[in-house]
């Protein structure tokens, strides 16, 4: 508001009908009258980080809850078409009830969303997610959105090193991401995070990133980034 040999699920919500993600359908347990399955409980929330950006400018980054939906909505407003395309690889001009119930309605522990407010004004300005590859729990798919005036200050890489963090405190490996061909700006955030390019499609190109065990990694941007055992 962003893979091995076999990939897991794939990143960017909206891919192509013949290649759909996780992050890119509504898991029907997430659907409007249906409950979340047993093993499904809800994780207790983590701290709130208020963090300085490269440029001086200030953000709190938190867990997204259900309540966010019209944070999410007005970030979603303010993204430029490109950057929707970026996103969900397709034109995308709204979410949907569903979407946005699917998009800030998550477990904190197969489905992970970090916001990042501009502690000026309140206002979502970004959001990184994983969820869960359904046939190899140590693996997740990963997203990133950025509000397009909060573009190239930093914010991506300090929302997905802190992903970085709680998936591994969830038990997760190594992320796996499905990006545009032509999305220079996540390709390079990828690369900085050490993620290694596996594999080419048509118009997407697909990146692993290997996440080192909690405890064993440095304090450093792609710290923990390296390996899993």
Request: charged share 25%; with cysteine.
């Amino acid at each position: 508001m962003s893979h091995a040999s076999k990939p897991a699920h794939r990143v960017a919500a909206g891919t192509p009908i013949a290649r759909r993600s996780p992050l890119g359908r509504i898991p029907s347990w997430l659907r409007p009258g249906r409950r979340r399955p047993l093993g499904h409980r809800l994780r207790p929330a983590v701290e709130d980080r208020p963090v300085a950006l490269r440029d001086g400018s200030r953000v709190l980054i938190r867990q997204v809850q259900p309540a966010d939906a019209p944070l999410l909505a007005d970030g979603f407003a303010r993204l430029s078409d490109k950057s929707r395309r970026m996103r969900f690889l397709a034109r995308k001009d709204q979410l949907s009830a569903a979407e946005l119930r699917y998009l800030t309605d998550v477990d904190h522990h197969d489905h992970e969303a970090l916001g990042a407010l501009d502690q000026a004004d309140g206002r979502g300005v970004g959001v990184a997610r994983y969820v869960r590859d359904a046939e190899d729990p140590h693996a997740a798919e990963i997203a990133v959105t950025i509000v397009d005036d909060w573009q190239g200050r930093g914010l991506g890489t300090e929302l997905l090193t802190r992903l970085a963090t709680r998936a591994r405190s969830e038990g997760i490996c190594r992320f796996t991401a499905l990006v545009a061909e032509d999305n220079v700006v996540m390709a390079r955030l990828l690369r900085n995070m050490s993620a290694s390019l596996v594999g080419r499609s048509p118009g997407t190109v697909d990146y692993e990133i290997t996440l080192m065990p909690l405890g064993k990694g440095t304090t450093t941007p792609a710290a923990g980034l390296s390996a899993c055992a």
